[in-house]
């Protein structure tokens, strides 16, 4: 009887002083804590943002119009989604024909500062093009993984790394898949590239899915009859967002 006594006692100690803290005993006599923390809360004082795009025609925007592309999009969706008192200073260093080569001399040309809140890296899709030897891309790409955390402010969760879309899923790329088959060496560049990601902790976003749906789904190709749409990119964002604004947020 005595114990049972005590027992009580406790219990009702316990619930007089966790009901202050929103506390509760639950049926097995252990407190609970009822307070659920948000999900995506925003932790992050920080006003300014610097973000910066490495890669190549599907990074700059090849075949739509300057405000077009996935940076500029992500940066006005980002405007939007966080805020109007957040600013986001947006660089872009790619240009149409870049192999993972031209995108290492373009960096080392450009002497970043080494702050930048996110750092987007598509590439290879023109190594693939040129018929150049895998183990480039191979030691090239980690060559630009390095550069780009450093660049992250030496924080490899501040990069993204995006898939190759697959552009024999377009009306002129189709061209090319009756002599060479694209998808299976744009497939096995991405292998190569989210299994890297993966050994690493890397963030890997995959487009690749979606630009094999050009053919069926004409909106998504560019006007050049190549590229990705003003729309295509548009749902890349999307894909992204998550991602982006957990980064931001934290």
Known sequence: MCKKLCLLFIVLF???NCSKDNYSINDLGFVEDLDTPEENQNTNNQTNFKLLALGD?????????????????????????????????????????????????AINDENLSKDYDLVTLLIGVNNQFQGLSFSIFEREFNQLID???????????????????DYSFTPYGANFASTVNVSAQIDNYN????????????????????????LTNTSLVADDGLH???????????????????????
């Open 228 to 250: 990705l749409s003003t729309l295509a990119y548009n749902r890349v964002v999307n894909l992204m967002l998550p991602l982006v604004l957990k980064k931001l947020n934290n």
């Open 57 to 105: 025609s599907y990074t700059i925007g090849e075949g739509v119009c300057d405000t077009c592309s996935f940076p500029e999009q992500l940066k006005d969706k980002l405007k939007s989604e966080m805020g109007a008192d957040k600013t986001f200073d947006l660089k872009i260093i790619a240009q149409t024909g870049w192999t993972t080569s031209r995108l290492i001399n």
């Open 147 to 165: 550069k780009s955390i450093v660049i992250a402010k030496g924080d490899k969760s501040n990069i993204i790394v995006i898939s190759i879309p």
């Open 191 to 214: 292998a190569f590239i989210q299994s890297f990601c993966d050994s690493n902790n890397l963030d890997f976003v995959n487009i690749t899915d979606l630009s094999r749906t050009g």
């Open 14 to 16: 316990w619930n007089f």
